[in-house]
């Protein structure tokens, strides 16, 4: 595996890393089975690829634990690297909140408390005293980002997260965050069908990460399955949220 750096942490990191979140909460709940994920992520970390990014869609409420897998794919990662958690760096992120009887449907939560009782909901699930890399998974339009991110680096002086992150953040918004604690990675899908990062070449999402030394990971790198080859007209089963 090679390795690439992790922004400016002077950590380094498999240059393939290993999404998660699907394992938890997999395209169609039929498809749900708890077995392979952890021979996925101990096989991952066996060749190297110690990045291991999920998601804590953590509900507010009760609400159907198969919405969003309640948290579920956070347990499974934790079960996963238990007796190897020195070997990997993980990924998860907040601000996201299931709700509705939509599948996937979500609504954002900036605000701090809500951001702190996530990180604690994530750390108890992954079962770890620290998040590695902790991302806002989308910025909440109705709340100011400077109070999102700063309660989201008051975790990091509180020593429950190493380093920060946004996914799916413009780079208006990537700058605003840079300016008050360091923005480590920006998280934001990029495949042959999904080229918007690399739009406006310095100026854009990709060239802003060049500038100031932070790592862009591209999301859905295979285009949820489509970039694949395995998928066939007709095949996605009623349910699919593809």
């Given at each position: 595996m090679r390795l690439r750096r992790l922004g400016n942490t002077g950590t380094e990191v498999g240059a393939i890393g290993l999404g998660c979140l699907g394992m938890g909460r997999p395209h169609h709940e039929s498809a749900r089975d708890d077995g392979w994920p952890l021979r996925i992520v101990n096989e991952a970390l066996d060749r190297g690829g110690n990045l291991l990014d999920t998601a804590g869609f953590d509900p507010a409420g009760p609400r159907p634990t198969v919405l969003h897998g309640a948290g579920h794919h956070e347990s499974l990662l934790g079960k996963a690297i238990a007796g190897?958690?020195?070997?990997a760096?993980?990924?998860?992120?907040?601000?996201?909140?299931?709700?509705?009887?939509?599948?996937?449907?979500?609504?954002?939560d900036g605000s701090p408390a809500r951001l702190h009782q996530a990180a604690e909901a994530s750390l108890r699930r992954l079962d770890t005293d620290v998040i590695d890399l902790y991302y806002l998974h989308r910025a909440d339009l109705a709340?100011?980002?400077?109070?999102?991110?700063?309660?989201?680096?008051?975790?990091v002086r509180q020593g429950k997260v190493r380093w920060l992150g946004l996914?799916?953040?413009?780079?208006?918004?990537?700058?605003e965050a840079h300016a008050i604690h360091p923005v480590t990675a920006v998280r934001s899908e990029l495949s042959?069908?999904?080229?918007?990062?690399?739009?406006?070449?310095?100026?854009?999402?990709?060239?802003?990460?060049?500038?100031?030394?932070?790592?862009?990971?591209?999301?859905?790198?295979?285009?949820?399955?489509?970039?694949?080859?395995?998928?066939?007209?007709?095949?996605?089963?009623?349910?699919?949220?593809?």
């Open positions: 190897r958690r020195k070997e760096i993980v990924a998860t992120k907040a601000g996201a909140i299931p709700d509705g009887p939509r599948p996937w449907g979500s609504h954002r709340a100011p980002l400077a109070e999102t991110w700063g309660a989201l680096a008051d975790l996914s799916g953040a413009t780079v208006a918004q990537a700058r042959l069908w999904t080229r918007d990062a690399l739009d406006g070449g310095p100026d854009g999402l990709v060239g802003w990460c060049e500038s100031v030394g932070a790592s862009f990971v591209p999301a859905a790198p295979l285009g949820r399955g489509f970039l694949t080859g395995t998928l066939r007209a007709g095949g996605l089963r009623s349910g699919d949220h593809r």
